[in-house]
């Protein structure tokens, strides 16, 4: 797929505020510091599209971006901040729970995962409940140009493994480096047969 724009559409901090679209939906997210924004900016070739920072946690709304006119990109809230919740869903955020379960134009959620780190229990509980919520997912293990591919690869198998009790099928999956630009083709071509089939 080649990008011919990316447009900042607006920020939501609840479900009935997203855009009134009906475009097929492609939302961003995972820990906080993991690449979401930069990765955003390496797929639509914008380096300022989606603000980047050193800080954690500097993304508090869901940001909407049209791409090509044919299909909305969202960055969603980075989650693992709660230190106590209530109710599993509590714990990735009030906001980005209601609209992973609502929003009825999200076609694949793709859930960023350092390649750098062992297993997170938040990732393996975050993918556990959007499995049990069926939402579809692909996994994206990110800044893979900070060591070998041998790691990486190490990394993948062990993570896989740690979804396996609770993914009937293992979950597609891409290797990324906003440094060299690797995953990039790979995602945009399933986003574009996605956005095909939707
Ligand atoms: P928040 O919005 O703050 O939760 O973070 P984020 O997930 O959007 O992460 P962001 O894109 O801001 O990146 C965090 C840091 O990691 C920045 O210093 C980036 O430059 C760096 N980074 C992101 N992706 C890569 C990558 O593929 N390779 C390398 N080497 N650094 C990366
Ligand atoms: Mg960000």
Request: glycine letters at 6%; a neutral charge.
């Amino acid at each position: 797929m080649k990008i011919k724009s990316a447009e900042f559409v607006l920020s939501a901090a609840e479900v009935s505020a997203c855009p009134r679209s009906s475009l097929p939906e492609f939302a961003f997210i995972g820990r906080s510091n993991v690449g979401k924004s930069s990765l955003i900016n390496l797929l639509t070739g914008r380096h300022d599209l989606a603000r980047t920072s050193a800080t954690p946690g500097k993304t508090v709304l869901m940001n909407f971006f049209k791409v090509n006119g044919e299909w909305l990109l969202v960055d969603l809230p980075g989650y693992g901040f709660a230190k106590v919740s209530r109710t599993q869903r509590a714990e990735f955020g009030e906001t980005t729970a209601d609209y992973l379960e609502e929003r009825e134009s999200l076609a694949c959620v793709f859930v960023l995962i350092d390649s750098r780190i062992e297993p997170q229990k938040i990732d393996l509980r975050f993918i556990q409940w959007l499995d049990e919520i069926d939402v579809a997912f692909a996994l994206v293990f990110t800044k893979t140009d900070k060591q070998t591919a041998g790691h990486t690869q190490r990394a993948v198998n062990a993570f896989l493994a740690a979804v396996q009790p609770f993914c009937e099928e293992p979950p597609p999956y891409f290797l990324t480096s906003t440094k060299t630009g690797a995953g990039r083709g790979e995602i945009l071509s399933a986003i574009g047969k996605l956005s095909a089939a939707n």
